[in-house]
């Protein structure tokens, strides 16, 4: 038996490759009216890179070439300065070390005023060896008032926190300034006594 010939069909082109949705993409970019793309925008980026951290091609995006180009130089200075990661695994990670940042500023915010309260009770004694006339043999310095409110309340603090104009060279009462947060000081009562 003979086989028939199959007809060629008279249906175009599209029609023979079926609906696969091969239909050119609109750029979003375009259609948003954003002119450049600006590499601080990661969130954005971020619709244009892979999961594994890849580019993605203009056929999966939709952008146009000029935003392609522009999205392209954005991702890699974002990554140059680590606001995007190079690495696939290295995503999850950065996004959970930027959250833990975030949440550790708001502890630490909120902690401040506890802190703060607590020094403006605070009354440090630091006792140094001094002449008969009260002058001190050597001077108290912001490194020894962070070394006595640590040994006293339990707080660290920085040596640059600590506000004096000069070291103190005198026996005396001071009131000491301390940042404890951005924005948030306290006063520190400090008695500077003869070491005997």
Do not use: W
């Not at 954003?34 to 056929?59: A, C, M, N, P, W």
């Not at 996004?95 to 506890?114: V, W």
């Not at 630091?126 to 050597?138: D, H, K, R, V």
């Not at 108290?140 to 000069?166: M, S």
């Amino acid at each position: 038996m003979a086989k028939a010939k199959r007809q060629p069909s008279t249906s175009s082109k599209r029609d023979r490759r079926g609906d696969r949705g091969n239909r050119r993409k609109s750029c979003s970019l375009c259609q948003n009216k954003i002119d450049s793309v600006d590499y601080k925008d990661v969130e954005t980026l971020r619709r244009f890179v892979s999961e594994r951290g890849k580019l993605r091609g203009r056929r999966v995006t939709g952008a146009c070439r000029r935003h392609n180009t522009q999205i392209s130089r954005a991702v890699k200075r974002a990554r140059e300065i680590a606001l995007l990661p190079y690495v696939a695994e290295r995503y999850e990670q950065a996004r959970r070390l930027m959250e833990e940042a975030e949440q550790a500023a708001i502890e630490r915010a909120e902690k401040a005023g506890d802190i703060a309260a607590l020094l403006n009770k605070t009354v440090l004694t630091i006792s140094e060896p001094a002449g008969p006339e009260g002058q001190l043999f050597g001077s108290v310095t912001p490194k020894e008032i962070v070394a006595a409110i640590k040994d006293a309340r339990g707080v660290r603090l920085d040596r640059k926190d600590v506000h004096i104009e000069e070291p103190i060279r005198r026996v005396g009462t001071y009131s000491i300034t301390v940042d404890v947060h951005d924005g948030v000081t306290a006063e520190v009562k400090t008695i500077i006594v003869a070491a005997e």
